[in-house]
């Protein structure tokens, strides 16, 4: 399969659409087990985590909510290490029982600064379902409750992740080649 260029860098395909697929319904498929009796709000957050929590909601079939927030820490392909303020959580989390849906772990440290204004605003109980996770690029002790994937420490595109804005729309995950 031929690299597909993006603005000035070219990417080749990495994981396909059948596999990412499988997985997401592998984690919404814990997720009702887990969490049936919880009324669980998910928060999904924007943008990368737009396709994964799409496809994710699918699968979950038991009572819940859904809301959006947005923040972001990455400017091109390095992280600025500058997490922005949570945004547009407009929900009570008081006592709720909370699944923040990420499209990858990276550092950990935009999912640090979620869990704080999270457990600020008073959630009971966090958990973390993540698309991606980068587990050797981990800088905080973060224990996410469910990864659908774990891939090595490379710049990758597609399935909600984007480069400089473009390449969210691919379903399957391309890497970074040159
Ligand atoms: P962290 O704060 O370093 O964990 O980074 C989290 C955010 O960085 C994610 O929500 C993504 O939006 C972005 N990010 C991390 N790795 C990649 C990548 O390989 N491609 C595109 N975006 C990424």
Same mark, same amino acid.
């Given at each position: ?10 990417? %080749? ?5 059948? &596999? ?9 498929? %814990? ?5 049936? *009796? ?14 994964? /929590? ?10 819940? &909510?859904?809301? #959006? ?46 869990? &704080?204004?999270?457990? /600020?605003?008073? /959630?009971? &109980?966090?958990?973390? /379902? ?6 050797? %690029? ?6 996410? *409750?469910?990864? %659908? ?5 490379? #710049? ?21 080649? *040159?």
């Amino acid at each position: 399969m031929n690299p597909i260029q993006i603005k000035d860098k070219k990417f %080749a395909l990495s994981i396909p659409d059948v &596999e990412i697929q499988k997985a997401v319904r592998e984690v919404g498929e %814990a997720i009702n087990r887990d969490l049936a *009796d919880k009324n669980p709000l998910f928060i999904c957050v924007l943008n990368g985590a737009f396709m994964f /929590a799409g496809d994710l909601m699918k699968t979950v079939n038991i009572p819940c &909510e859904i809301t #959006f927030i947005k923040l972001s820490s990455y400017n091109g392909l390095y992280s600025t290490g500058a997490v922005k303020e949570m945004i547009g959580l407009n929900e009570s989390v008081v006592g709720r029982n909370v699944v923040v849906v990420e499209d990858i772990v990276d550092t950990g440290l935009t999912m640090e600064r979620i869990l &704080e204004s999270l457990r /600020a605003k008073g /959630a009971s &109980e966090i958990k973390i /379902a993540t698309f991606l996770q980068k587990p050797d %690029a981990l800088q905080r002790d973060i224990t996410v *409750d469910y990864v %659908a994937m774990r891939i090595p420490n490379d #710049f990758i595109v597609g399935y909600g992740l984007d480069y400089d804005g473009y390449g969210r729309n691919l379903k399957d995950i391309y890497t970074v080649v *040159d």
